[in-house]
Protein backbone atom coordinates (compact mmCIF):
# COMPACT_ATOMS: atom_id res chain seq x y z
CA UNK A 1 0.00 0.00 0.00
CA UNK A 2 1.27 3.30 -0.81
CA UNK A 3 0.85 6.68 0.46
CA UNK A 4 2.35 10.37 1.13
CA UNK A 5 2.34 12.27 3.74
CA UNK A 6 1.50 15.90 3.36
CA UNK A 7 0.96 18.90 5.45
CA UNK A 8 -2.91 17.48 6.21
CA UNK A 9 -1.27 14.92 7.99
CA UNK A 10 0.60 16.51 10.35
CA UNK A 11 -1.12 18.88 12.18
CA UNK A 12 2.13 20.51 13.30
CA UNK A 13 2.65 22.01 9.61
CA UNK A 14 -0.09 24.14 9.04
CA UNK A 15 0.74 27.60 7.58
CA UNK A 16 0.13 29.23 10.98
CA UNK A 17 2.08 27.81 13.46
CA UNK A 18 -0.39 26.57 15.98
CA UNK A 19 0.09 27.30 19.65
CA UNK A 20 1.57 24.51 21.76
CA UNK A 21 -0.33 23.29 24.95
CA UNK A 22 1.62 24.56 28.39
CA UNK A 23 2.45 22.16 30.91
CA UNK A 24 -0.24 23.62 33.35
CA UNK A 25 -2.93 23.35 30.16
CA UNK A 26 -1.52 19.29 29.44
CA UNK A 27 -2.10 18.67 33.13
CA UNK A 28 -5.53 20.43 33.22
CA UNK A 29 -7.20 18.78 30.24
CA UNK A 30 -8.47 14.64 30.95
CA UNK A 31 -6.06 11.88 30.22
CA UNK A 32 -6.68 8.26 29.74
CA UNK A 33 -3.98 5.67 30.49
CA UNK A 34 -4.18 2.32 28.98
CA UNK A 35 -0.74 1.19 30.45
CA UNK A 36 0.72 1.65 33.68
CA UNK A 37 2.04 -1.44 36.19
CA UNK A 38 1.20 -1.13 39.45
CA UNK A 39 4.34 -2.27 40.67
CA UNK A 40 5.98 0.10 38.57
CA UNK A 41 4.31 3.54 39.97
CA UNK A 42 4.73 3.31 43.79
CA UNK A 43 6.02 6.57 45.26
CA UNK A 44 9.46 6.43 47.04
CA UNK A 45 8.56 7.52 50.46
CA UNK A 46 5.71 4.61 50.49
CA UNK A 47 8.30 2.28 49.58
CA UNK A 48 10.73 3.61 52.30
CA UNK A 49 7.64 3.36 54.95
CA UNK A 50 6.58 -0.28 53.73
CA UNK A 51 10.25 -1.40 54.02
CA UNK A 52 10.22 -0.41 57.37
CA UNK A 53 7.38 -2.03 58.24
CA UNK A 54 7.98 -5.02 56.91
CA UNK A 55 11.97 -5.17 58.04
CA UNK A 56 12.97 -5.40 54.05
CA UNK A 57 16.49 -4.47 54.65
CA UNK A 58 17.52 -5.07 50.67
CA UNK A 59 16.74 -1.34 49.26
CA UNK A 60 19.54 0.38 47.52
CA UNK A 61 21.69 2.78 49.89
CA UNK A 62 19.92 0.48 53.06
CA UNK A 63 22.82 0.92 55.90
CA UNK A 64 23.32 0.82 59.14
CA UNK A 65 19.67 -0.06 60.25
CA UNK A 66 18.39 2.62 58.10
CA UNK A 67 16.57 2.92 55.09
CA UNK A 68 17.52 5.58 52.34
CA UNK A 69 16.24 8.78 52.14
CA UNK A 70 12.89 8.88 49.64
CA UNK A 71 14.45 11.14 46.90
CA UNK A 72 17.60 9.39 46.61
CA UNK A 73 15.91 5.74 46.18
CA UNK A 74 13.31 7.83 43.57
CA UNK A 75 17.02 8.90 41.54
CA UNK A 76 18.35 5.41 42.26
CA UNK A 77 15.09 3.69 40.45
CA UNK A 78 15.06 6.31 37.28
CA UNK A 79 19.11 5.61 36.88
CA UNK A 80 18.71 1.55 36.98
CA UNK A 81 16.07 1.90 34.66
CA UNK A 82 18.17 4.18 31.97
CA UNK A 83 19.96 0.94 31.13
CA UNK A 84 18.79 0.18 27.60
CA UNK A 85 18.16 -3.79 28.27
CA UNK A 86 14.62 -4.58 28.91
CA UNK A 87 15.77 -7.36 30.86
CA UNK A 88 17.94 -4.77 33.25
CA UNK A 89 14.76 -2.32 33.40
CA UNK A 90 12.91 -5.63 34.80
CA UNK A 91 15.53 -6.09 37.67
CA UNK A 92 14.27 -2.69 39.71
CA UNK A 93 10.89 -4.06 40.28
CA UNK A 94 12.45 -6.80 43.01
CA UNK A 95 12.38 -4.07 45.31
CA UNK A 96 8.80 -2.80 44.61
CA UNK A 97 7.59 -6.19 44.70
CA UNK A 98 9.34 -7.23 48.00
CA UNK A 99 7.27 -4.52 49.93
CA UNK A 100 4.00 -5.20 48.41
CA UNK A 101 3.58 -8.75 50.32
CA UNK A 102 0.44 -7.79 52.92
CA UNK A 103 -2.72 -6.70 52.17
CA UNK A 104 -2.29 -3.97 54.14
CA UNK A 105 1.08 -2.63 51.56
CA UNK A 106 -1.25 -3.86 48.80
CA UNK A 107 -4.49 -1.37 49.63
CA UNK A 108 -1.75 1.50 50.71
CA UNK A 109 0.06 1.43 47.18
CA UNK A 110 -3.66 1.37 44.88
CA UNK A 111 -4.96 3.65 46.74
CA UNK A 112 -1.74 6.22 46.36
CA UNK A 113 -1.97 4.80 42.56
CA UNK A 114 -5.48 6.25 42.19
CA UNK A 115 -4.99 9.39 43.95
CA UNK A 116 -1.30 10.67 41.82
CA UNK A 117 -3.42 9.64 38.61
CA UNK A 118 -6.37 11.82 39.56
CA UNK A 119 -3.65 14.85 40.43
CA UNK A 120 -2.72 14.04 36.98
CA UNK A 121 -5.74 15.09 35.74
CA UNK A 122 -6.34 10.85 34.24
CA UNK A 123 -9.67 10.22 34.75
CA UNK A 124 -9.95 6.78 33.71
CA UNK A 125 -6.81 4.31 34.25
CA UNK A 126 -6.34 0.66 33.91
CA UNK A 127 -3.71 -0.54 35.72
CA UNK A 128 -2.01 -3.90 35.96
CA UNK A 129 -0.50 -5.79 38.19
CA UNK A 130 0.78 -9.67 38.43
CA UNK A 131 -1.43 -11.12 41.85
CA UNK A 132 1.43 -14.36 41.22
CA UNK A 133 4.26 -11.94 42.42
CA UNK A 134 2.83 -10.70 45.84
CA UNK A 135 2.10 -13.72 47.71
CA UNK A 136 5.35 -13.90 49.72
CA UNK A 137 3.84 -12.75 53.00
CA UNK A 138 0.76 -15.31 52.71
CA UNK A 139 -1.98 -14.02 50.92
CA UNK A 140 -4.14 -15.48 48.58
CA UNK A 141 -4.39 -15.01 44.66
CA UNK A 142 -7.98 -13.79 45.47
CA UNK A 143 -7.04 -11.99 48.64
CA UNK A 144 -4.11 -9.78 46.53
CA UNK A 145 -7.00 -8.74 44.29
CA UNK A 146 -9.37 -7.57 46.88
CA UNK A 147 -6.92 -5.81 48.61
CA UNK A 148 -5.85 -4.38 45.22
CA UNK A 149 -9.30 -3.28 44.24
CA UNK A 150 -9.88 -2.12 48.01
CA UNK A 151 -7.17 0.80 47.62
CA UNK A 152 -8.33 1.70 44.32
CA UNK A 153 -11.86 2.42 45.63
CA UNK A 154 -10.01 4.24 48.52
CA UNK A 155 -7.88 6.07 46.28
CA UNK A 156 -10.76 7.04 44.36
CA UNK A 157 -12.73 8.58 46.99
CA UNK A 158 -9.70 10.64 48.15
CA UNK A 159 -9.81 12.08 44.60
CA UNK A 160 -13.22 12.65 45.00
CA UNK A 161 -13.11 14.29 48.48
CA UNK A 162 -10.54 17.03 46.48
CA UNK A 163 -12.76 17.32 43.68
CA UNK A 164 -10.73 15.29 40.94
CA UNK A 165 -12.64 12.38 38.94
CA UNK A 166 -11.04 9.11 38.32
CA UNK A 167 -12.34 5.39 37.31
CA UNK A 168 -9.53 3.16 37.48
CA UNK A 169 -10.24 -0.63 36.38
CA UNK A 170 -7.45 -3.21 36.90
CA UNK A 171 -6.13 -5.18 34.34
CA UNK A 172 -4.32 -9.15 36.14
CA UNK A 173 -0.94 -10.03 34.38
CA UNK A 174 0.60 -13.46 34.21
CA UNK A 175 4.06 -13.41 34.03
CA UNK A 176 5.23 -15.14 30.25
CA UNK A 177 7.88 -16.94 31.89
CA UNK A 178 6.02 -18.51 34.41
CA UNK A 179 3.35 -21.36 33.99
CA UNK A 180 0.51 -19.66 35.57
CA UNK A 181 -1.52 -18.16 32.75
CA UNK A 182 -4.92 -20.42 32.57
CA UNK A 183 -5.33 -20.30 36.87
CA UNK A 184 -4.20 -15.85 36.75
CA UNK A 185 -6.82 -15.35 33.43
CA UNK A 186 -9.27 -18.09 35.59
CA UNK A 187 -8.78 -14.66 38.34
CA UNK A 188 -9.53 -12.30 36.01
CA UNK A 189 -12.61 -14.01 35.29
CA UNK A 190 -13.92 -14.26 38.95
CA UNK A 191 -13.76 -10.59 39.38
CA UNK A 192 -14.40 -8.70 36.13
CA UNK A 193 -17.26 -7.72 37.27
CA UNK A 194 -15.49 -7.00 40.72
CA UNK A 195 -13.03 -4.01 39.50
CA UNK A 196 -10.94 -6.51 36.93
CA UNK A 197 -11.19 -5.46 33.34
CA UNK A 198 -8.97 -7.63 31.61
CA UNK A 199 -6.00 -9.89 31.29
CA UNK A 200 -2.52 -9.26 30.38
CA UNK A 201 0.82 -10.79 29.92
CA UNK A 202 4.20 -9.25 30.79
CA UNK A 203 8.09 -9.85 31.48
CA UNK A 204 10.52 -10.49 29.11
CA UNK A 205 9.40 -11.18 25.54
CA UNK A 206 12.80 -13.50 24.01
CA UNK A 207 12.16 -16.77 24.33
CA UNK A 208 8.62 -16.53 25.89
CA UNK A 209 6.78 -16.27 22.86
CA UNK A 210 2.73 -15.35 23.43
CA UNK A 211 1.42 -18.89 21.93
CA UNK A 212 2.99 -20.50 25.29
CA UNK A 213 0.18 -19.23 27.09
CA UNK A 214 -2.71 -19.93 24.33
CA UNK A 215 -4.64 -22.26 26.74
CA UNK A 216 -5.62 -19.12 28.69
CA UNK A 217 -6.14 -16.84 25.89
CA UNK A 218 -9.01 -19.70 24.50
CA UNK A 219 -9.94 -19.78 28.04
CA UNK A 220 -10.62 -15.76 27.97
CA UNK A 221 -12.02 -16.15 24.29
CA UNK A 222 -14.51 -18.36 25.51
CA UNK A 223 -15.69 -16.23 28.07
CA UNK A 224 -15.91 -13.35 25.79
CA UNK A 225 -13.18 -11.59 28.17
CA UNK A 226 -10.78 -9.27 27.44
CA UNK A 227 -6.83 -9.07 26.87
CA UNK A 228 -3.87 -7.01 25.75
CA UNK A 229 -0.55 -8.48 25.29
CA UNK A 230 2.82 -7.16 25.67
CA UNK A 231 4.16 -7.61 22.50
CA UNK A 232 6.57 -5.51 19.99
CA UNK A 233 8.95 -3.99 22.28
CA UNK A 234 12.01 -5.72 22.95
CA UNK A 235 10.64 -8.42 19.72
CA UNK A 236 10.14 -7.49 16.59
CA UNK A 237 7.38 -8.13 14.50
CA UNK A 238 7.31 -12.14 15.46
CA UNK A 239 5.69 -11.25 18.44
CA UNK A 240 3.34 -8.95 16.86
CA UNK A 241 1.61 -11.23 14.87
CA UNK A 242 1.63 -13.70 17.13
CA UNK A 243 -0.24 -12.11 19.75
CA UNK A 244 -2.46 -10.87 17.14
CA UNK A 245 -3.07 -14.08 14.46
CA UNK A 246 -2.44 -16.70 17.17
CA UNK A 247 -3.57 -15.46 20.39
CA UNK A 248 -6.12 -13.15 19.45
CA UNK A 249 -5.14 -10.11 21.44
CA UNK A 250 -7.26 -6.62 21.91
CA UNK A 251 -4.52 -4.58 22.08
CA UNK A 252 -0.46 -4.21 21.70
CA UNK A 253 1.33 -3.40 24.93
CA UNK A 254 3.20 -1.30 23.49
CA UNK A 255 3.89 -2.52 20.14
CA UNK A 256 6.73 -0.05 18.70
CA UNK A 257 8.59 -2.39 16.50
CA UNK A 258 4.82 -2.64 14.30
CA UNK A 259 7.31 0.41 12.56
CA UNK A 260 9.64 -2.52 11.18
CA UNK A 261 6.97 -3.15 8.27
CA UNK A 262 6.92 0.29 7.32
CA UNK A 263 9.02 1.67 4.66
CA UNK A 264 9.52 5.47 4.41
CA UNK A 265 11.14 6.77 0.89
CA UNK A 266 13.02 9.46 0.14
CA UNK A 267 10.23 11.36 -1.10
CA UNK A 268 7.52 10.91 1.61
CA UNK A 269 6.02 7.86 -0.03
CA UNK A 270 5.24 5.44 2.76
CA UNK A 271 4.93 1.56 2.35
CA UNK A 272 2.93 -0.64 5.15
CA UNK A 273 3.54 -4.16 4.88
CA UNK A 274 1.00 -6.77 5.33
CA UNK A 275 1.06 -6.87 9.27
CA UNK A 276 1.27 -2.88 9.66
CA UNK A 277 -1.83 -3.00 6.98
CA UNK A 278 -3.79 -5.12 9.14
CA UNK A 279 -2.42 -3.20 12.65
CA UNK A 280 -3.77 0.02 11.06
CA UNK A 281 -6.85 -1.34 9.58
CA UNK A 282 -8.43 -2.98 12.42
CA UNK A 283 -7.67 -0.04 14.69
CA UNK A 284 -6.06 -2.36 17.02
CA UNK A 285 -4.79 -0.32 19.94
CA UNK A 286 -1.14 0.48 20.33
CA UNK A 287 -0.19 1.45 23.89
CA UNK A 288 2.87 3.01 23.24
CA UNK A 289 5.16 4.22 26.52
CA UNK A 290 7.79 6.92 25.13
CA UNK A 291 10.11 7.25 27.95
CA UNK A 292 9.98 3.31 28.79
CA UNK A 293 10.93 3.05 25.13
CA UNK A 294 13.81 5.05 25.40
CA UNK A 295 15.17 3.43 28.79
CA UNK A 296 14.73 -0.75 27.29
CA UNK A 297 16.24 0.89 23.88
CA UNK A 298 12.65 -0.11 21.86
CA UNK A 299 13.58 3.69 20.55
CA UNK A 300 16.47 6.15 19.90
CA UNK A 301 14.35 9.26 21.21
CA UNK A 302 11.60 11.08 21.76
CA UNK A 303 12.10 12.53 18.18
CA UNK A 304 12.53 9.53 16.61
CA UNK A 305 10.07 7.35 18.40
CA UNK A 306 7.87 5.12 16.14
CA UNK A 307 4.70 7.38 17.92
CA UNK A 308 5.78 10.51 15.32
CA UNK A 309 5.16 7.95 12.12
CA UNK A 310 2.23 6.24 13.35
CA UNK A 311 -0.03 9.09 14.37
CA UNK A 312 0.70 10.34 11.02
CA UNK A 313 -0.19 7.26 9.84
CA UNK A 314 -3.62 7.33 11.64
CA UNK A 315 -3.11 4.39 13.51
CA UNK A 316 -5.23 4.01 16.87
CA UNK A 317 -2.22 5.18 18.88
CA UNK A 318 -2.48 5.66 22.42
CA UNK A 319 -0.02 7.37 24.90
CA UNK A 320 0.97 5.44 28.44
CA UNK A 321 3.25 5.80 31.32
CA UNK A 322 4.14 2.35 31.30
CA UNK A 323 6.04 2.52 35.17
CA UNK A 324 6.00 6.40 36.59
CA UNK A 325 9.03 5.62 39.24
CA UNK A 326 11.58 3.86 36.88
CA UNK A 327 10.99 6.42 34.22
CA UNK A 328 10.25 9.54 36.75
CA UNK A 329 7.43 10.43 34.68
CA UNK A 330 3.49 10.89 34.80
CA UNK A 331 0.76 11.23 31.58
CA UNK A 332 1.22 14.68 31.40
CA UNK A 333 4.89 14.35 31.52
CA UNK A 334 4.49 12.41 28.41
CA UNK A 335 2.62 13.97 26.75
CA UNK A 336 5.01 17.21 27.24
CA UNK A 337 7.74 15.15 25.67
CA UNK A 338 5.10 14.44 22.28
CA UNK A 339 4.51 18.22 22.32
CA UNK A 340 8.47 19.28 22.16
CA UNK A 341 9.42 16.72 19.75
CA UNK A 342 6.72 16.77 17.35
CA UNK A 343 4.52 20.32 18.03
CA UNK A 344 1.14 18.15 19.07
CA UNK A 345 -1.43 20.68 20.00
CA UNK A 346 -4.21 20.41 22.29
CA UNK A 347 -6.31 18.40 19.22
CA UNK A 348 -3.64 16.18 19.07
CA UNK A 349 -3.46 15.23 22.89
CA UNK A 350 -7.42 14.90 22.42
CA UNK A 351 -7.00 12.62 19.89
CA UNK A 352 -4.65 10.14 21.70
CA UNK A 353 -7.03 10.51 24.63
CA UNK A 354 -10.13 9.91 22.64
CA UNK A 355 -7.84 6.68 21.35
CA UNK A 356 -7.51 5.12 24.65
CA UNK A 357 -10.93 5.53 25.95
CA UNK A 358 -12.24 4.13 22.66
CA UNK A 359 -9.73 1.44 23.66
CA UNK A 360 -10.45 0.56 26.84
CA UNK A 361 -12.37 -2.49 28.32
CA UNK A 362 -15.20 -1.12 30.05
CA UNK A 363 -18.54 -1.13 28.27
CA UNK A 364 -18.76 0.85 25.19
CA UNK A 365 -21.88 3.09 26.80
CA UNK A 366 -19.60 3.47 29.87
CA UNK A 367 -16.31 4.69 27.34
CA UNK A 368 -18.82 6.69 24.94
CA UNK A 369 -20.27 8.97 28.54
CA UNK A 370 -16.77 9.40 29.06
CA UNK A 371 -16.09 10.69 25.73
CA UNK A 372 -19.05 13.23 25.71
CA UNK A 373 -19.57 13.78 28.98
CA UNK A 374 -15.84 14.20 30.69
CA UNK A 375 -13.26 14.27 27.95
CA UNK A 376 -14.59 16.15 25.07
CA UNK A 377 -16.17 18.67 27.74
CA UNK A 378 -12.79 19.05 29.50
CA UNK A 379 -10.26 19.91 26.57
CA UNK A 380 -13.46 22.46 25.32
CA UNK A 381 -12.91 24.45 28.99
CA UNK A 382 -9.40 24.48 28.92
CA UNK A 383 -9.47 25.87 24.86
CA UNK A 384 -12.04 28.87 26.12
CA UNK A 385 -9.66 29.67 28.76
CA UNK A 386 -6.71 30.05 26.34
CA UNK A 387 -9.35 32.69 24.79
Known amino acids: MESTLTPTDTPATSPATPRLPSADEIRRVPKVLLHDHLDGGLRPETIVELADAVGYQGLPGFANGKQPDPAELG ?90 QIRVGTLITAMRHAARSREIAELANRYRDMGVVGFDIAGAEAGHPPTRHLDAFDYLKRDNNHFTIHAGEAFGLPSIWEALQICGADRLGHGVRIIDDIAVAEDGGVKLGRLAEYV ?108
Open 75 to 164: AWFREAADSGSLELYLETFAHTCAVMQTREALIRVAADCAEDLAADGVVYAEVRYAPEQHLEGGLTLDQVVEAVNEGFRAGEARAAAKGQ
Open 280 to 387: RDRRVPLEMCPTSNLQTGAAVSYTEHPIGLLRRLHFRVTVNTDNRLMSGTTLSREFEHLVEAFGYTLDDLRWFTINAMKSAFIPFDERLALINDVIKPGYESVNRLRG
